[in-house]
T-cell receptor
Framework: ETGVTQSPTHLIKTRGQQVTLRCSSQ?????VSWYQQALGQGPQFIFQ???????GRGNFPPRFSGLQFPNYSSELNVNALELDDSALYLC????????????FGQGTRLTVV | GNSVTQMEGPVTLSEEAFLTINCTYT??????LFWYVQYPGEGLQLLLK?????DKGSNKGFEATYRKETTSFHLEKGSVQVSDSAVYFC?????????????FGGGTRVLVKP
């Protein structure tokens, strides 16, 4: 059984650029959630994808968008990067049918300069 | 809305000391409660959970009891080890939360010295 994997592990971008982060969910999981963890803070919910559709969104602007693919993997896209977007981005997968808890990946550390 | 408040760190302890991290919550409905742990440079790992009032979650010597009357879910360990040094997050999810999202506290850094 494979766990949740995220890529890349680290990334440096310039303000105003766009970034795409990727997540492969754990085997058997069909739901993917994304979280932003600023330095020294708890993770904040960005959004969740289920059956390739957004299913719940936190307090993040529209420049944060996502996709889920038929194999349940997911992407997080952030446009017009701002310095405050610098954070650890965490992906979590779960199975709605099996009512499992969320399993997290190692995260992608994004630095915006 | 849902919220989680946990004691601020850092908490510095000697090996074999007793650890308590306080966590209180505000939630609509009947939330499930979790403790996650984050080791340096890693993602979050589920440590334990409780899904209804008076349930006790336990794992690796850590325990927490779901107290509905005090809206609390304090984490305890009787004898910590250096390897327990990490950041601990209390979290909740409720069926009414959009997408069953997890709401986290701010985290408590624990440092265990030999």
């Amino acid at each position: 059984e494979t766990g949740v994997t995220q890529s890349p592990t680290h990334l440096i971008k310039t303000r105003g650029q766009q970034v795409t982060l990727r997540c492969s969910s754990q085997s058997g999981h069909n739901t993917v959630s994304w979280y932003q963890q600023a330095l020294g803070q708890g993770p904040q919910f960005i959004f969740q994808y289920y059956r390739e559709e957004e299913n719940g969104r936190g307090n993040f602007p529209p420049r944060f968008s996502g996709l889920q693919f038929p194999n349940y993997s997911s992407e997080l896209n952030v446009n017009a990067l701002e310095l405050d977007d610098s954070a650890l981005y965490l992906c979590a997968s779960s199975s709605r049918q099996m009512n499992t808890e969320a399993f997290f990946g190692q995260g992608t550390r994004l630095t915006v300069v | 809305g849902n919220s989680v408040t946990q004691m601020e760190g850092p908490v510095t302890l000697s090996e074999e000391a007793f650890l308590t991290i306080n966590c209180t919550y505000t939630a609509t409905g009947y939330p499930s409660l979790f403790w996650y742990v984050q080791y340096p440079g890693e993602g979050l790992q589920l440590l334990l959970k409780a899904t209804k009032a008076d349930d006790k979650g336990s794992n690796k010597g850590f325990e927490a009891t779901y107290r509905k009357e005090t809206t609390s879910f304090h984490l305890e360990k009787g004898s910590v080890q250096v390897s327990d040094s990490a950041v601990y997050f209390c979290a909740l999810t409720s069926l009414k939360a959009a997408g069953n999202k997890l709401t986290f506290g701010g985290g408590t850094r624990v440092l265990v010295k030999p």
